[in-house]
Structures are given as structure tokens and as C-alpha cells.
């Protein structure tokens, strides 16, 4: 992992950060914490700039096809604090499809996020009301 961001300056942390996540030899355990790291500097708005260059929203949104939960949670997490990064709704609806309730909640709200705050629009902002009603009221 990189050094402590004391030690570093912001960009180049962060910058460390995606490319250790993106390095096929980092273990998968390491990959979770990195990408945690990420969303908790997802956070703070004003690393959303940063992060966006540095192609972090892309990094969240390819996690969640993977078969991972914990990974999942955590770049929905990230999703959540960038806000404004669209992510397709058909890659949102395949988490309300798992079993994990952690990963369901999380991705209900990125949907309902993005349909209040406009990230999505035209069919797919149908489509994601649709999704919405769908949902039981008592949860899953």
C-alpha cells in the first residue's frame, strides 16, 4: 500500500491508490482495503475533481459485476459519496439481485439517489422508477 498520505501529497496518494487497485498481483483483501480507501475519500467533495480524473467512479462501477459482496459494498459505498458518477441501471438492478442485504440497501440507495439528484434520465429513469416500485416496503 502506498504511504500514508501525511507523507504524500494528495494527487500523487490517490494516484497510488487507483494504480495499486488496477495492478493485476494486488490480493484480493488488499484490493477491498485500497477501495475503501478510495470511497472514504469519496467523501469529501472535494476530492471529487481528483477522483474523477483519476477514473475512480469508472474503478466503483466495474466493481460491482464482480462476485465479491464485500468488494461490491464497498465501491457502492463509493458510488454514494461521488454521487454524480452515472452508473448504468441495469449494472445497479444486478445488485438488488443479490443476497446479501448489505449490497441490496446499498444499491437501492445509489438508485433512489440517482433518480432524486437527476444523475439518471429519459428510459432509464423510468426504468429505475419502475425498479423502485418494485421493492417491497418491508425490505427484502
Known amino acids: 500500500m502506498p504511504p500514508h498520505p501525511r507523507d504524500t501529497p494528495r494527487p500523487a496518494y490517490l494516484s497510488q491508490l487507483v494504480a495499486e487497485y488496477s495492478s493485476s498481483k494486488t490480493p484480493a483483501a488488499h484490493r477491498r482495503q485500497i477501495l475503501a480507501n478510495l470511497a472514504n475519500f ?6 471529487h475533481p481528483l477522483l474523477a480524473q483519476l477514473g475512480a467512479g469508472s474503478i466503483f462501477a466495474a466493481a460491482l459485476s464482480g462476485s465479491d459482496d464485500e468488494l461490491v459494498v464497498i465501491a457502492l459505498d463509493g458510488l454514494i459519496n461521488l454521487h454524480d458518477h452515472p452508473v448504468p441501471v441495469e449494472d445497479i438492478a444486478g445488485c438488488l439481485r443479490r443476497r ?18 437527476g444523475v439518471i ?13 418494485q421493492v417491497p416496503a418491508g425490505g427484502r
Do not use: C, F, K, T
Open 42 to 47: 469519496a467523501y469529501d467533495a472535494i476530492n
Open 100 to 117: 446479501d442485504p448489505d449490497v441490496v440497501v446499498r444499491a437501492l440507495a445509489l438508485l433512489y439517489q440517482h433518480v432524486e439528484w
Open 121 to 133: 434520465s429519459g428510459r432509464s429513469h423510468m426504468r429505475s422508477r419502475v425498479l423502485l416500485s
